[in-house]
Nanobody, 118 residues
Framework: QVQLVESGGGLVQAGGSLRLSCVAS????????MGWYRQAPGKQRELVAT???????NYVDSVKGRFTISRDSAKNTVYLQMSSLKPEDTAVYFC????????????WGQGTQVTVSS
């Protein structure tokens, strides 16, 4: 069983930066993709960025050029560097991992709040 623990959220002014971290406990050999989702109040959960074992990255259009996802395999950690933050980036951000066996996002962190003030 993989457990994910996020950290790094907080309150920041528009134009500022934050870095989120997600540490995976136990074995990650059952995972092929890790990613970050976010959910704003009253909105559906949105996939923001993903990174594969080969470090291939994908982003939702609204964050391209502003957010960077990366992973440190030795530390079982995935990061989301967020820059040029906008009020519309305000949401709870969740780290997630896709199971190699089921091909579903089976593992989730508890979420960390990011609030961007205007």
């Amino acid at each position: 069983q993989v457990q994910l623990v996020e950290s790094g959220g907080g309150l920041v002014q528009a134009g500022g930066s934050l870095r989120l971290s997600c540490v995976a406990s136990a074995s990650i050999f059952s995972i092929d993709v890790m990613g970050w989702y976010r959910q704003a109040p009253g909105k559906q959960r949105e996939l923001v960025a993903t990174i594969t074992l080969d470090k291939i990255k994908n982003y939702v259009d609204s964050v391209k050029g502003r957010f960077t996802i990366s992973r440190d395999s030795a530390k079982n950690t995935v990061y989301l560097q967020m820059s040029s933050l906008k009020p519309e980036d305000t949401a709870v951000y969740f780290c997630a991992a896709r199971s190699r066996e089921t091909m579903r996002w089976d593992y989730w962190g508890q979420g960390t709040q990011v609030t961007v003030s205007s």
